[in-house]
């Protein structure tokens, strides 16, 4: 079954710090993935997207990376402000469905001024 | 541009009542979604659309419906309403394919089943 994993569920760091947040997959042949962010009681906003052929993609403070054999991305946050607070969600297109995403269950950030 | 609108924002419904989630996009997108969203969980997919006419099922679809006449308007039905329905509904579309592709997702719709 192709699944989603984000470990860990919630994360409390102070202002400043650089952070590391995991998505793990299952079956290695995707089509893309994405990081999105969500506010609370908002919708989602697309953040980065990795395509198979790629091994990273940044944007500003952001980087996201990709390693299809492990089945593992990691979206790095630099510098991290009170505004980056949120949660984060991972989603994978594969291959054999490309209609469609599979989202993680995110990861709750919370960062302390 | 408005992006993808979704109402209402907010709805009450007895068990047994029915009632239409409305989504439109203005962006000319081909591909719609429509997610659930539970309490500290990811999104999963109920419907989705790849043009006018076309709809297909995705992770959980009972106990809805949906319809796609329009390119800009995806309507989510809820027949016979149950506690279980009880969620925050995604709409979202898609510019698919390429760096481009992502979703664009409308604010939700909270609806609480009593």
């Known amino acids: 079954k192709q699944e989603v994993t984000q470990i860990p569920a919630a994360l409390s760091v102070p202002e400043g710090e650089n952070l590391v947040l995991n998505c793990s997959f299952t079956d290695s042949a995707i089509y893309n993935l994405q990081w999105f962010r969500q506010d609370p009681g908002k919708g989602l906003t697309s953040l980065l997207l990795i395509q198979s052929s790629q091994r990273e993609q940044t944007s500003g403070r952001l980087n996201a990376s990709l390693d299809k054999s492990s089945g593992r991305s990691t979206l790095y946050i630099a510098a991290s402000q009170p505004g980056d607070s949120a949660t984060y969600l991972c989603?994978?297109?594969?291959?054999?469905?490309?209609?469609?995403?599979?989202f993680g269950s995110g990861t709750r950030l919370l960062v302390r001024p | 541009n408005a992006g993808v609108t979704q109402t209402p924002k907010f709805r009450i419904l007895k068990i047994g009542q029915s009632m239409t989630l409305q989504c439109t996009q203005d962006?000319?997108?081909?591909?719609m979604y429509w997610y659930r969203q539970d309490p500290g969980m990811g999104l999963k997919l109920i419907y989705y659309?790849?043009?006018?006419?076309?709809?297909d099922k995705g992770e959980v679809p009972n106990g809805y419906n949906v319809s796609r006449s329009t390119t800009e308007d995806f309507p989510l039905r809820l027949e016979l309403a149950a506690p279980s329905q009880t969620s925050v509904y995604f709409c979202?579309?898609?510019?698919?394919?390429?760096?481009?592709?992502?979703?664009?997702f409308g604010p939700g719709t909270r609806l609480t089943v009593l």
């Open positions: 979202a579309s898609r510019v698919a394919g390429g760096a481009a592709d992502t979703q664009y």
């Open positions: 659309s790849v043009g006018a006419g076309i709809t």
């Open positions: 989603a994978v297109t594969w291959m054999d469905s490309s209609y469609k995403l599979i």
């Open positions: 962006m000319n997108h081909n591909y």
